[in-house]
């Protein structure tokens, strides 16, 4: 199997929009848009249903947080023992058993439990497919296919949002709804992930230069880009409806459709990997923290009134799904070599900050109000905007790892480029 350097890239045309990138979209868009953020667009329904309070509801979105944060503790070696494959049904299997257990539950006992497998499942989707990116595409179609599968969260927000308002307070039957796309999802990626071999080991640049690492390997910026993305999106994940009823003035019916909003928001999020090429990563990295941390502040303060509201959402989804993919370009950046340990690495960071975020976020509604929790949320963002290097520390160098070994022709290849020929020099 022949080597395929970041240098030396074939001459041809790219496709993004291969049947990877449109499957893993799909295999994300259920367990994240549906499964583990559906939780927040359906919890005052389950709160009223199991009698919750906030600081109650905060505990089940943790468990769904601390479903991901443990399947990412070992995703990276689960890839490398078993294949990106294996893992990536593993994580649709798990959104299958997890949406079903929620649509059945009947105490918050069962909630959580079901919660956390459906947190379970986004850990190991993201890291089996971002590794089969990394070794099934072309080096030109990485960063946007990363960032396309990741805005997969998008489509599954804006179905979850038209089922919720089509279902009204009948939540339990669009949870087992939910379960049978998972299971469709399941079926598509299996058929499309391959175990590729890992490329030889050699120094890269990230190995060269460890210093000011933590001690997951990840540079400190982007750790601390990690954790406070974790702390500061918690709010609205859990409890977003919630203020664009109390602080939004939207009704219930339209409140649902904040979801849909942040779901078309997030559809320009997931072009942040190709504004990254373009921009470079510094700069589009502050950009989508700055309409991170805006969308916050309007939501919290009601600025413009109601009207509004629903764009202040799409821009916090544009905004999340943005910073997201813009974590798993740059991790992979950072260890090209290791790409499923490296996102599984940076998002276990994400995940404890939402761990944290949600309880305490709970907490400070039911002792403040929903819009001191959010402005609390801004200013952790724009805590974030300002804990980012500059852009020279953002530029690493992709090319100092071995790359993936070419895919073999057949099911989900691309089609094989020409190379350009150099002309002949004179003596």
Do not use: C, K
Request: overall charge positive.
């Amino acid at each position: 199997m022949t080597g395929l350097s970041h240098q030396e890239i074939p001459v041809g045309e790219a496709h993004p929009l291969n049947r990877l990138t449109i499957t893993g979209a799909g295999l994300i868009a259920v367990t994240y848009g549906l499964a583990r953020f559906g939780l927040g667009l359906f919890m005052p329904e389950m709160r009223e249903a199991f009698g919750l309070s906030a600081t109650g509801a905060g505990w089940v979105m943790a468990a769904a947080f601390a479903g991901f944060l443990l399947a990412l503790a070992r995703a990276g070696d689960l890839i490398e023992r078993r294949g990106a494959r294996e893992v990536a049904v593993a994580a649709g299997a798990a959104a299958v058993l997890g949406t079903i257990m929620i649509a059945l539950a009947q105490g918050p006992a069962l909630l959580a439990v079901g919660a956390a497998l459906v947190g379970a499942s986004t850990g190991w989707s993201t890291t089996a497919l971002a590794t089969a990116v990394e070794r099934q595409l072309l080096a030109r179609e990485r960063a946007t296919a990363q960032t396309a599968i990741n805005a997969g969260t998008s489509l599954g927000l804006v179905v979850a949002a038209l089922a919720a308002t089509l279902a009204g307070l009948a939540w339990r039957p669009v949870w087992l709804a939910f379960g049978v796309l998972a299971a469709a999802a399941t079926a598509l990626i299996a058929g499309e992930v391959r175990d590729v071999p890992a490329p030889a080991a050699v120094p890269s640049a990230a190995d060269e230069g460890a210093g000011g690492r933590t001690r997951l390997g990840l540079s400190a910026p982007l750790a601390a880009t990690a954790v406070l993305l974790g702390l500061s999106s918690a709010a609205f994940w859990g409890f977003g409806r919630e203020l664009l009823e109390a602080v939004g003035g939207l009704s219930p019916e339209l409140s649902r459709m904040g979801w849909l909003a942040a779901g078309i928001g997030g559809v320009l999020g997931g072009a942040a990997g190709a504004a990254a090429d373009r921009r470079g990563l510094a700069a589009t990295l502050r950009l989508s923290w700055v309409a991170f941390a805006l969308a916050h502040a309007g939501l919290a303060l009601g600025w413009l009134g109601a009207a509004s509201a629903l764009a202040f959402t799409a821009l916090f989804g544009a905004g999340y799904m943005a910073l997201t993919g813009l974590l798993i370009v740059w991790s992979v950046a950072e260890r090209p070599l290791e790409p499923g340990a490296a996102v599984a690495r940076t998002f276990l960071v994400l995940a404890a900050g939402q761990v944290a975020g949600s309880p305490l976020a709970g907490g400070l509604i039911d002792a403040a109000g929903l819009a001191p929790a959010f402005l609390a949320a801004a200013a952790l963002a724009a805590l974030g905007l300002a804990a980012l290097p500059d852009a020279g520390a953002l530029s690493p160098r992709r090319g100092a790892g071995a790359a993936p070994p070419r895919s073999p022709r057949g099911r989900g290849s691309w089609p094989r480029p020409q190379r350009r020929r150099r002309p002949l020099q004179a003596g």
